[in-house]
Each structure stands twice: as C-alpha cells, then as structure tokens.
C-alpha cells in the first residue's frame, strides 16, 4: 500500500502549482495584451468565477440554477446603489461589499428554503431559481430613480485604476475562487456533493441533511457571484437590469454546459473563450451568432453531455497517459464501538409504534399498527404483497409520511421530522433495490455514510473512515475490504448488498430497518448475512426490523414474527407459531410461489 | 502561419498604398441594436448613416479625407453596449460616435467614452436630462412631445381628465410623469396612472381601470413593438374610443396596425410627409441609394442622418478632428437636413420643430399642426452659455 | 364591477389554454417543456401566414394543431428520445430548441411585430355588461377544450394508455402498452395544444419571435401547482389568474404581474402537491 500522505498532499500541490501558473498568467497578460482585449477579458474574467459557481451547483451537485445571475447583479447594484446615492470612499466601498455578500447571502438563503426541502422536485427547485431572477428585475425595472429602472446606473463615482490593476485584480478573483473550488469539489464534502447529484433520496436517508447542505452552498456560491458583480460594476461604473436577468443566467448555464459540467476549469475556459469569441462575432452577424450557440447548446446537451472538456482530456491523456490512478488509498480503521450500544439495553425499548396509520386518498395502506421492538431483538415483518411492509418502513424513517399515531425512536418522538433527522435519533434503513452511488468507490460511499458523524473536510481529503465493528464484519465477510478503490457500479449483486449493509450500520443505528436484504443473493452470502445479523443483536444490542419473504431466512434468525395482513398486524409470535397457525395459512394460500427460497 | 502573415502583408500593402494619394479617413462608429429591441428600427438608422456619408464623400469628404463608418452591435442592452464602445473607442479608434440606443445602452457606452475622449452625438429621443462633456443630443426630450398633444387635447376635444399608461421602464415613467405635471400645470387633472411591467402585453387590468375612471383623454407611453401594438389593439377590442395619444408609435408601426390606429395623436420632430425641399431630396436619396430595400426613413433614422452631417461640420469647423475642439464645435453648427435647420446649442440639445400628427383609416400620418422651435428647456443647465 | 368579473374569467380561460399543453407533456413524460414559448409563438406565426394567405381566422386555429402536432414529433424523435433518462438535460435541451426557434423567427420574419387578423373584433353586450367579444369566445373555447381533454384522456385507448403511463410507467410497459409510442403521441399532442394556443391568444396581442416568453414562467408555475389533472389546472387557473387580476386592477399591475409566480411558488412550498389531491 502506497503512503498516503503523498497522494493527500498532491491535491494539494496541484492545486497550489495551478494557483501559481494562473495568477503568472494574469500577472504578466495585460503587458502583451492591447486596451481593448483586456477591457474584454476584465469583464468574461468576472463572469468566468461565476460560470464556475454554477458548475459547483449544477454539475457537482446536480441544483439547475437559472438563477445565479440574480446574485451577480445583486453584487453590482450594491456596488451601483451605494456609489450613486451614499457615498464614495475606501470606507463606502467596503461598507458596498458588505452589503454586496449579506444581500446576496439573504436572498440565496431565502431562495434555499423555498427550493430545497424534502421531497421538492428538482424541477421545481429550477423554476425557482428561474423566477427569482425574473422577479428582481421586476423590481429593479419599478425602482425609479433609486435603481434607475431601466437604464440602470451609469457614471457614478468609482476608482478609475488603471486597466492593468482592474485585470489583476478580475484575474486574481477568478484564480483564487476556482483553486478553492477545485480543492472544494475534490474534498471529502465534494463527494457528498456528488452523492447527492447521485441519489439525493439515499443521501437523506444516510442523515446527510441534504437540503441544508445545498443551501448553504447556495449562499456560497451566491456570495461569490455577488462579489464578481461588485468588481463587474465599479469596474465598467455602469449597472444595468440585464446582469440581474434570466437571459445572463442561462448563458452561465449554457457556457457550464459546452465548457463541460462538473469539470470545473471547463467551464471556466469555456466562458472566458465563448464570452471573448461573441464580442468579435456577434457584432458580424448578431442573429446567427446567437442562433449557432443554441444549435450548439442542444447538440452538446443531446450527443455530448459532458461537454467539450472531457474531448480535449481524452486527447490529452492520449499523448500524456495517466501515471496514477486519481482515487485515493483509504485505510479503515475502527470506530469506538460506545455509540452503537447507547440505550438499546436499557428499559425502554428502541423502537415504540403506537397507533399507527397510513392512508392514501381514500386507500388505507396501514390502520392502527401497534409495535414494539426491543433492544437485542429481530422482528421480522411477513406479510403478502400489498401488506403495507414497504410502507411501514417507511413510516418509521420518515415522519411526513404517516397519517396518524405516533412512533418513538429511543423515546423521542418523530414527530414530522425528514429521514436525516430520523438518521440522527438511531434509524438506519436499507432499501429493496440497492440503491448506491455509481461513480463513487467503495470507500467513498463508507465515508459518506459516515458524514453525519464524522463530518467532511471542505478542502481536504481524509486517508482514513472510521467503522464501528459491525461494519468491518460486513466488508470483511463480503471481500469489501479489498476492494475499496472500486467503483460500485463495478461490483457484483451480493457486494452492492453487503455495502449498501455496511453503509446503514456505519451510521451507528440503533433501530435497523431491512427491507429484503437477502433478495437475490447465493445461499453462502445469505449465510453470512444471517451471522452478522444474529451478531448484531446479541453483541451490539440493535433492534432489527426485518421485512422477507423467505421464511426458512426469517426462521433461522428471528426471534419473533409479526404478520402484516391488509394493513394490520394480523398475528404476533414466535416462528413456529405463526407457522403453524391457520390463520396465516389461508393468508398466504395464494403467495405461495413467493414464499420459495 | 506563412498564409497568414502573407495576408496580412497584402493588407497593409492595400492600406498603405490607399493613404499614398488620400489622407487617413475620418472613422465614425455606429454602435446601433442590430440585435435586441432596437434591432427593428436598426437597418434603417444603418441605411440613413450610410446615405449621409455617401453624400458627404460625394462631395469631396472632409478636410480632404473621407468619412468611413465603423458599425458595431450594442444588443440593445448594457452589457453589449460595453462590448460595442470598447471595440469602437479601444480597438478601431473611431474619431467620433453617432449613436441611436436605447438609454442603457447610452448610459453603458457614456462611461467609456468619457474614458476615452471621443465626441458622441446622441440620435434617438429619450426622457431627458442625460449630461456630459463628451455628449450632444439631437432628438426630442419630454419638454418638446408632451405640450403639441396635450394642448390638442385641451383646446380641440375640451379634456380636463387624463388618463396615462406606460411600461415599467425609464422611459415610459419619465415620459409620463412629466405629462402628468404638464397636465396639472394647465389646469387639467390626471384620473389614473398605471404601469404594466416592460415585457407585459396583457392589458386587461388597467384597461378596466381606465373605463371605470371614465376619462377624457387617454395618453400612453409603452416600450416600442409588442407592449405597444397589443395595448391599442386591446383598447380597440375593448371600444375604447376616447382621444388617445401615443408617445410611441411610428409611422411603420401605425401603418402595419391598419383600422386599429386610425386616430391616435402622435407629436415627433420628423414625418415623413413634411414637405420641405430638404426633406423631398432625402426621400429621393434614400429611394435611389437603396431601392427596393429602402427602409422607410423614421424618427430615429432622420436624426442619426442629420447628426453625421453635424459631426462633419463640426470637424470642418475645428479644422481637425481634435476631440475638445470638435465638442466645442458641435453646440455651433447649425446643419439643414429633413428636419429643418437645428442647432444643438441648448445645454448640448437641440431646439425642434414638432409636428402634431394624427393616423388616418389607411394607417398614414396626416399632420395637424407644427411648433416652430420648440425648445428643450432645462436638460443641463451645466452646459448653459 | 361585471368587467372585473368577465376579466378574471376570461384570464383565467387564456391562462388555462396557455398551459394545457404543457400539462400534457409534463404528466405523461415527467417533462418539463422549456421549448412552450417558442411553440406558442410558433402557433401566433401560423396564424400570421394563415391571415395573409386570406384564410379564414377561425381555421387558423386548427391548421396551428395540426402542425404543431407534426413539428412536436419531429422535435420529440430528435431532441426528447434520446434524453429520456436524464429529465434535467431535457430541460436544458428543450430551453436550447426554444432560443434556436425564437432565432429562427427573427431571421425570417424579422424582429418587428406582425398581427394576425381577429376573427371577432369589437364588443358585445353580455348579461347587462360591454365586454370584449374575442375575450369571451375564448372563455367558451376554453370550456370546450377542458372538456375535450378530459374525455381525451377518460374515453380514448390513447388516452387509457397514457393515464397508465402517468401513474406508473414501468408496469404500463409491463401491461404491453408501447410507452415509446405514447410519449411520442404526447409530446406531439402537447406541441399541437400550445401551437393552438398561441394561434387563439394572437389577436388580442402581437407576433413577434419572443411572444410566448411572457407566458412561459406563469404556465409552469401554474402546471406545477395543479399536478397532472384538467379540473385543477381549471381551478389553479381561476384562483392565480383571478388573484392577478384583482391585485392588478385594485393594487397595481406591476405586482399584479409577479402574483402567479409569488403565489404558487408559496402554495409548493407550504404543500409540495399544490392543488392536486393525490
């Protein structure tokens, strides 16, 4: 195993010798260039550090934000406003900039909570941001004098350096932001990013607080773009209600897009060449010119998804062959095992359901459920299709989705509370289709199961994840544990299973709720899977509901047996009971085919 | 690479071979909105330019040396304008800028140019009272639209209650606003007032204002295209048939329009009709030079034809094409166009004759009365001499 | 008084009309058609060319259906298929579709506005008020068309076929319904709504290349709000549109603009379903 630290630290020495090359470049390029190039480059300069915001947003996280143009004009009115009506100095601009990042840090958080709450749609969360650009510019147009409507702001005070200093300071802006944009995207949090644009339902139920965490960066990305505003206005002393509209927020968009998305300096190259590009053409033939990008646009969206930027590295790595894999060397290490055994020996049991109901419209899914699982226990959950078992799990770990009743988890009420709170007070749930994220490793997804624990470092990579016990057994008993560098979509049915195990038990719950974790799997992985459950609640104490159809399964390891029929517990016991019981006999008369193991 | 720099090579051959027998040309540039709102009316402000240096080349150019335009896009918005002006000032080196925009597009340009030093004469009318050194105006302001309708309205129909409506923008609120008090100065009251967002064209609402307030006279200042049209075909649709005067129509607008215009009240400094000698020659000009693809001349071509006309007497004048003394030449040159004589000596705008117009059932422009010289009032008192 | 009332009906019925098409493609396909505008103004040309050829106003209508209809699915084989996976490029790629036919426009027709001739003008005197006659017949076109989608959907095999598809379309295609077909259909039928649209909504406005922008945030706003049924996006229509215009007639037009948007973005968040009663 190579030493890690070497590969931790060459992230950052990339980062550190790309900072470097970049601010040389922006260091010596107003001597070789003439006044008009540079008076061009300034402002695609500015926009570039924008169109790099909209990547982090879109392509790593998967927000489509029309919007971030609204941030940018904020940042210029601020500038604008200021200047125009208040007053000039060092003072006064600073005070602007204030202004500039609190403004825009208000609204993107405004506009975080109206798009991102559990179970928004993306689309909806896009059309938010498409509406809040039309808005403001609504409101921009009705200020009168104060906003200049819609000649905006022109002449106002501001310092007329000379073009090199406007330059370097457009240029030094764009280099610093994206050099910590590209350490923030290639950090731990960077794979929770992904994870997200990946499965977003997934990463909730890992109790990663997927909204807030867009939020914020929302506000981030927001105060970036509001300072590149600020510059762009007292720059070219003029704002104007275009750089708040939506027209410039689809360019951002578009430019991501043919740049290549979640490449990051793709899009950048792509803004400053685009942006640069249009000034001499569009002047030549202003229709076409426009009418060419959108052909381009929806080629690139339609064949080339990723954009040019992936073409120009594969050529690049055709002549410059990759010399190291780019997937870091993660050791796991143990995790102090205090917090998986909190409460579930104690009095009151882990799991408490009272009265729990579930309706559909009219349809009663789930009626006066009853339940109660204790500490070192495996229930599991038989019942026919349609029973409401999916349901019932899903009532557990969701508090917005029973209708009625109440469910205690550790003696706290769930109240209406989202499946990462619900992660938090000790649910870990695992789903009937595996649902993982493809284009992480191994390793990456146990570290993001460990996120709500651990946290991620923003800029750095961490060489090590911590696991409790139980999920070290699954890795090894699986052969998970060598294979850490692996993509997931790579690994066999039985692995994704045996990860997707190991993800839950990272998260250190205490109520574990399996829906089919042995669907599909060869007998000896259902052998083991079986030890590590039994292993579970006898050394660790976790309360175990377990949904199945194969009864031999459910019989060689559970030790009590509910029956769900039609919504309602129709028998409780042991496993021999409910077998021999007539009752469940007639139920599941017409099942049988899927009882077969 | 060779290729290239042959090229290039045979460029400069040409060039400098050009400026063997006459000296460097005057550069003038255009920055214009041949995309965006503006890009309707922007081949016809590109034909008048092109018709007037034609005419002054013809004529031997000035100072011995010829004019050359330089066209540049300005999207009809800020940030093109930007673009536009930092290629015409930085890159092409332009001597002068003749300029019909909108008012963003003016504002983005202004600093630019006060950067760079460059004479701009400004073609388009506007809501007033934009300043600077390096800035003329020859088109109408405020001062000089409202009073030809209002007074029209007062004397001929006896209205005492008006109505306004206007989209969201500088324009339709200075335009109105200055109405208003134009209004109230006369002893007349404004009933309403009522703006629909730039792009809005669904008047529904304020058009039931505008019944239920039941005024005497109806005056609107919409964005140009669609805001407008729809606002009169709607007022058409809903039997509004008060007086009803209209800050911005044109004739071509009118005309495609057909019955739905016919009596709108326009006031403008240029029409197609007047007739003058000058403006008879123009038209035959214009006729000759482009054909079939002739752009009907309008109140914002005229202007820009005029206003090259003055940047060539100006530089006549000054005797060089010496920015400050080019920009003191410009308030005294009086030139003759379409329009009749103008000089823009009035805080660096221009007294105009405005003519009262009024759209007949075949969708033309009859003129009802004309105002010698109306005068632009207080713009930029800075400037006064 | 009576105006106000005609005027929120009427908008009402022309916001209803505006974004039915829409719904269509959003409910059957899970997508959002960021093309809409472009199709609505390509629905206000039709109506263009229609009124200089000298055809009748009202026929301009359906011609505007029937080739939309055809262009929808010819965007639908080139563009949509390939993206069905991926329903936020499609987003982006029906956004693009919409600014190279708004240029395609410009580059034909020019930017200037062109007009449609009305196939009512003028005024009626309807129970006691004076209203005008093109707004009304399009309140009664739109009551038809309400009808006429819903039995659309509740009577047809295609319609029977594209509700299975809405409510799952895994086990529709299981049930052997050809789901590719469908969608096809769908987003054919959706153009050909919008073309409709903008053909009806053109003689009370203008054509120009960018006429159906305007509509485009209001209607998704609305569509979203309703969810995947007629009868709410009838009900959305009639309390966003009635909530504009009484907040433009009696507050002012300019928030009277932004209420549909504000509004609904308000309701989504409080009750991510909206309207719809699922």
């Known amino acids: ?597 | 690479m060779n290729l290239i720099n042959l090229l290039f090579g045979i460029g400069v051959g040409v060039s400098l071979g050009a400026s063997a027998y006459a000296a460097d040309p005057i550069k003038i540039g255009i920055p214009v909105g041949l995309s965006g709102a503006n890009s309707v009316v922007a081949p016809s402000v590109v034909q008048a330019s092109e018709l007037a240096v034609e005419e002054i080349n013809s004529k031997g150019g000035v100072l011995g040396r010829s004019l050359q335009l330089e066209i540049a896009d300005d999207g009809s918005g800020a940030q093109g304008a930007q673009r536009a002006y930092d290629s015409l000032v930085f890159q092409k080196e332009v001597d002068g800028i003749v300029a019909m925009e909108t008012t963003a597009a003016r504002n983005a340009g202004l600093p630019i140019v006060n950067r760079g030093r460059v004479p701009l004469i400004y073609t388009s009318f506007y809501e007033g009272r934009s300043c600077s050194p390096w800035m003329y105006i020859n088109a109408w302001v405020p001062e000089q639209q409202v009073a030809p309708i209002v007074d029209q309205f007062m004397s001929e129909y006896d209205a005492k209650k008006f109505f306004l409506i206007g989209s969201d923008y500088a324009f339709g609120r200075g335009m109105l606003n200055f109405t208003r008090e134009y209004v109230e100065s006369k002893g007349g009251t404004v009933v309403g007032e009522s703006y629909l967002p730039i792009d809005g064209s669904d008047w529904t609402a304020i058009i039931s204002q505008l019944r239920s307030a039941n005024p005497d006279a109806l005056i609107t200042s919409t964005s140009g295209g669609a805001p407008n049209v729809t606002l009169t075909r709607q007022l058409r649709a809903a039997g509004v048939t008060i007086p009803y005067g209209n800050y911005a129509v044109d004739e071509g607008t009118a005309k495609s329009m057909g019955e739905d215009a016919e009596g709108i009240y326009i006031a403008a400094s240029y029409i197609s009709s007047i007739d003058t000698p000058e403006n008879k020659k123009f038209l035959e000009a214009v006729e000759k030079k482009f054909g079939d693809d002739a752009k009907t001349p309008n109140e914002l071509s005229v202007p820009q034809y005029e206003a090259i006309y003055a940047y060539a007497a100006a530089v006549e004048k000054a005797g060089s094409t010496n920015p400050v003394d080019v920009i003191d030449a410009l308030g005294e040159v009086t030139v003759d166009g379409p329009r009749g004589a103008i000089t823009m000596d009035k805080q660096h705008h221009a007294a105009l004759t405005m003519y009262l117009g009024r759209v007949t059932g075949d969708g033309s422009v009859e003129v009802v009365r004309s105002f010698e010289n109306v005068d632009p009032g207080e713009q930029c008192p800075q400037f006064a001499n | ?278």
């Open chain 1, 1 to 597: 195993m190579p030493d890690t630290n070497i590969t931790v630290s060459r992230t950052h020495r990339a980062a550190l010798i790309g900072c470097l090359i970049g601010l040389c470049v922006v260091a010596v390029a107003p001597f070789t260039l003439d006044i008009y190039l540079t008076n061009i480059l300034i402002r695609t300069l500015l926009l570039a550090a924008v169109v790099m915001t909209v990547d982090i947003l879109w392509g790593y996280t998967g927000i489509l934000t029309f919007g971030q143009s609204a941030f940018f004009g904020i940042g210029a009115y601020a500038c604008g406003l200021v200047f125009t009506h208040y007053g000039f100095g060092p003072g006064w601009a600073f005070a602007a900039l204030a202004i500039a990042l609190g403004v825009a840090a208000i609204v993107a958080a405004a506009t975080g909570w109206l798009a991102f709450f559990h179970g928004s749609s993306p689309i909806y969360a896009s059309i938010i941001t498409l509406a809040l650009p039309i808005v403001l510019t609504q409101v921009i147009y009705s200020g009168g004098s104060f906003t200049g409507s819609s000649s905006g702001l022109s002449g106002f005070p501001t310092y007329f350096w000379d073009l090199k200093v406007w330059f370097w300071i457009a240029g030094g802006f764009l280099v610093l932001t994206t050099t910590a944009g590209w350490l923030l995207v290639r950090s731990d949090f960077g794979r929770v990013l992904i994870a997200i644009r990946e499965n977003e339902d997934r990463s909730a139920y890992l109790g990663i607080p997927v909204s807030r965490i867009k939020t914020i960066l929302m506000v981030f990305a927001a105060m970036v773009a509001s300072a590149a505003g600020f510059a762009y206005a007292a720059f070219s002393n003029v704002v104007a209600p275009e750089l708040v509209g939506f027209q410039l927020g689809t360019e951002l968009l578009i430019w991501t897009a043919l740049g290549g998305r979640a490449t990051l300096l793709g899009p950048v190259f792509a803004a400053i060449g685009i942006d640069t590009m249009s000034s001499w053409l569009s002047g030549a033939m202003p229709f076409l010119w426009k009418l060419l990008t959108g052909v381009g646009f929806v080629v690139v969206i339609v064949a080339l998804p990723r954009g040019l930027a992936p073409l120009l590295t594969a050529l690049w790595h055709r002549f410059w062959p990759k010399s190291n894999s780019m997937f870091t060397e993660v050791k796991i290490t143990q995790a102090p095992a205090s917090r998986m055994l909190r409460a579930s020996f104690g009095d009151t049991p882990p799991l408490r359901i009272e009265h729990l109901s579930r309706r559909y419209g009219s349809l009663k899914v789930l009626s006066d459920v009853n339940l109660v699982g204790h500490g070192t226990e495996l229930l599991g959950v038989i019942g026919p299709n349609g029973a409401g078992k999916t349901t019932l799990m899903r009532c557990i770990s969701d508090g917005k989705e029973r209708t009625d009743g109440s469910i205690h988890i550790n003696n706290v009420e769930i109240g209406r509370c989202s499946p990462q709170r619900v992660v938090g007070l000790g649910v870990g749930r695992s789903f009937q289709n595996t649902s993982l994220f493809d284009t992480l490793t191994v390793a990456e997804c146990l570290k993001l199961a460990r996120y709500r624990l651990d946290g991620a470092k923003l800029f750095d990579r961490v060489d090590t994840v911590a696991l409790p016990q139980p999920a070290l057994d699954i890795l090894k008993a699986t052969g998970l544990d060598q294979k850490l560098s692996n993509e997931t979509r790579n690994l066999s049915h039985g692995m994704k299973r045996g990860l997707e195990l190991a993800m839950v038990l990272a998260t250190e719950p205490s109520v574990l709720l399996l829906d089919e974790p042995t669907a599909g799997l060869t007998r000896p992985e259902r052998m083991a899977i079986g030890e590590v459950l039994t292993r579970l609640t006898r050394d660790f104490g976790l309360c175990i509901i377990l949904i199945e159809h194969d009864l031999d399964f459910v019989r060689a390891i559970s030790n009590r047996v509910v029956v769900l029929h039609q919504g309602a517990i129709l028998m409780e016991g042991t496993v021999e009971e409910v077998v021999a019981s007539d009752l469940v006999k007639a139920v599941y008369a017409g099942h049988h085919e899927e009882e077969v193991a």
């Open chain 3, 1 to 278: 008084m009576g105006s106000v009332t005609f005027d929120v009906l009427t908008t009402a019925a022309i916001l209803f009309v505006v974004s039915t098409g829409l719904m269509v493609i959003l409910g059957v396909m899970k997508l959002l058609n960021f093309a809409h505008g472009a199709f609505l103004t390509t629905g206000g040309y039709v109506a263009y060319m229609a009124g200089l050829a000298g055809v009748s106003p009202w026929l301009s209508i359906p011609l505007a259906s029937i080739l939309g209809f055809l262009f929808g699915l010819v965007v639908e084989r080139i563009v949509i298929r390939p993206l069905y996976q991926r329903p936020l490029d499609a987003i982006l790629a029906t956004w693009g579709l919409g600014i190279v036919i708004s240029q395609v426009f410009a580059l034909t027709f020019g930017r200037g506005v062109q007009f449609a001739p009305s196939p009512l003008s003028g005024t009626v005197d309807f129970l006691g008020v004076e209203y005008s006659a093109y707004r009304l017949a399009i309140a009664a076109i739109a009551i038809l068309l309400a009808f006429a989608l819903i039995g659309l959907l509740s009577l047809t095999r295609f319609g029977l076929n594209a509700r299975a598809v809405i409510v799952n379309e895994d086990l529709a295609r299981g049930l052997g319904i050809d789901s590719t077909k469908v969608r096809s259909l769908t987003f054919g039928l959706g153009a050909g709504l919008a073309c409709a649209a903008g053909a009806l909504i053109t003689p009370l406005l203008s054509v120009d290349p960018n006429m159906g922008l305007p509509w485009l945030v209001n209607s998704f706003m609305l569509v979203l709000v309703s969810g995947v049924s007629f009868p709410s996006l009838l009900f959305a229509s009639l309390v966003l549109g009635g909530t504009q215009v009484l907040v433009s007639t009696y507050v002012s037009p300019i928030l009277g603009g932004m209420t549909i948007v504000v509004l609904a973005a308000l309701i989504l968040r409080l009750n991510p379903k909206g309207f719809s009663r699922a």
